[in-house]
């Protein structure tokens, strides 16, 4: 039972264009969700976040979007960037619920110079 | 400041064999989570904990035992490896379950042969 999903294993844009990736989940009880940013190496670092509260989070050229009746939120990033090129990871968490993130399985997003 | 800490970060076993990952994090988290990386599967979680002296299971415990004596460390422990267990490990920390501010290590590589 996949809470979230991540359907596009990769994908891969032309550097200054906009990269969209999507994840979808199926817990309506979920309050928070957030895209966490992973290199080959290293661990997974925190990008940005949503509250369930909103319908958009912008950090920069980050710009997470959430549609609750959809259950579906998106991360765009514009322009893109060669050094953007990673796994993208959606999470998302419950107030109330358990003490951790679930996961989707990831993204890996590759920008071309 | 060095956030999270794993040891080793490369590792061969051979079937059968024992051994423990070592995690350790200086920023006074008293969550702490050990996950694993697989293609194509995502971040699973293996063993979590909320606080010193306390364990949980996570959604692939099994095979693997954690121990959380000191709260600043979090032990993951291969009784008898197996190649399944082939994996990149990365340990967790957060100051609360509210799935803001985990902190990841930079990982462990382990090959069972």
């Known amino acids: 039972d996949q809470q979230v999903k991540q359907n596009s294993p990769s994908l891969s844009v032309q550097e200054g264009r906009i990269s969209i990736l999507n994840c979808d989940y199926t817990n309506s009880m979920f309050d928070y969700f957030l895209w966490y940013k992973k290199y080959p190496a290293e661990g997974p670092t925190f990008l940005i976040s949503i509250s369930s509260i909103k319908d958009k989070n912008e950090d920069g050229r980050f710009t997470v979007f959430l549609n609750k009746s959809a259950k579906h939120l998106s991360l765009h990033i514009v322009p893109s960037q060669p050094g953007d090129s990673a796994v993208y990871f959606c999470?998302?968490?419950?107030?109330?619920?358990?003490?951790?993130?679930?996961f989707g399985k990831g993204t890996k997003l590759t920008v071309n110079p | 400041n060095a956030g999270v800490t794993q040891t080793p970060k490369f590792r061969v076993l051979k079937t059968g064999q024992s051994m423990t990952l070592l995690c350790a994090q200086d920023m006074n988290h008293e969550y702490m989570y050990w996950y694993r990386q697989d293609p194509g599967m995502g971040l699973r979680l293996i063993h979590y904990s909320v606080g010193e002296g306390t364990t949980a299971k996570g959604e692939v415990p099994d095979g693997y035992n954690v121990s959380r004596l000191k709260k600043q460390n979090f032990l993951l422990g291969l009784e008898s490896a197996a190649p399944s267990q082939t994996s990149v490990y990365f340990c967790?920390?957060?100051?609360?379950?509210?799935?803001?501010?985990?902190?990841f290590g930079s990982g462990t590589r382990l090959t069972v042969v």
């Open positions: 967790a920390s957060s100051y609360s379950g509210t799935g803001y501010g985990y902190t």
């Open positions: 999470a998302s968490w419950s107030q109330g619920g358990s003490e951790k993130l679930v």
